[in-house]
């Protein structure tokens, strides 16, 4: 099973910011935060990972909470094609075998309007 | 353009009938591993592979068969396919340890395969 909870769906205005919430309260003291996307029907695509601090990177932001108990997925200035379901995966490092497999839920459908 | 490539892109079979999927990377990954995402649904791994020559059951393994003899290429096998496996195939491929420019799984375009 999952072990991250979001929301089904969220709707963003075009140039500005869409913020993806996620829980993960059951994650553990090796497990990473991953987001992935899946546009329309594509294969998913990778958008960042973290395990305790921030990341940012040219796509998007990362904000886990200091207790590691949930994050926020920041797209700065969203775009109509960042509209695709957006996933929360928490997973092992490589290094410890878990992350052959990531576990994807059913995500977040963000539409982003003109 | 280096990548995952997924060969068919789309295909129908009739009950019974056998096929493979084709699966090749060009990033010299480790890791290779086959998910399913029915309508509606997110993706369920169903075999992965973390080197030539070794697999491993993901969640729903079963009605398919799975082999890794080079780095490259790991083709899933159905063997007498059912209309439940309707779906569509993901193929993805990623190193087994942290590098540099880590940047995660890599996925390929998928195969839609229709059972009848």
């Known amino acids: 099973d999952a072990k991250t909870t979001q929301p089904p769906s969220m709707d963003c205005a075009e140039g500005r910011a869409a913020n993806l919430p996620c829980n993960h309260s059951t994650i553990s003291g090796n497990e990473y935060v991953y987001w992935y996307r899946q546009i329309h029907s594509q294969g998913p695509q990778y958008i960042i990972h973290g395990l305790k601090n921030n990341e940012t990177n040219e796509m998007a932001s990362l904000i886990i909470t200091e207790d590691r108990k949930s994050s926020t997925l920041i797209l700065p200035h969203a775009t109509l094609r960042d509209t695709a379901v957006y996933y929360c995966i928490v997973s092992p490092p490589f290094t410890q075998g878990g992350s052959e497999k990531l576990v994807f839920g059913k995500g977040t459908k963000l539409t982003v309007n003109p | 353009n280096a990548g995952v490539t997924q060969t068919p892109k789309f295909q129908v079979l009739k009950t019974g009938q056998s096929m493979t999927l084709q699966c090749a990377q060009d990033?010299?990954?480790?890791?290779m591993s086959w998910y399913r995402q029915d309508p509606g649904m997110g993706l369920r791994l169903i075999h992965y592979s973390v080197g030539a020559g070794i697999t491993d059951q993901g969640e729903v393994p079963n009605g398919y068969n799975v082999s890794r003899s080079t780095t490259e290429d790991f083709p899933l096998r159905l063997l007498s396919a059912a209309p439940s496996q309707t779906s569509v195939y993901f193929c993805?491929?990623?190193?087994?340890?942290?590098?540099?420019?880590?940047?995660?799984?890599?996925f390929g375009s998928g195969t839609r395969l229709t059972v009848v």
């Open positions: 993805a491929s990623s190193f087994s340890f942290p590098r540099e420019g880590f940047y995660g799984y890599t």
């Open positions: 990033m010299n990954h480790e890791y």
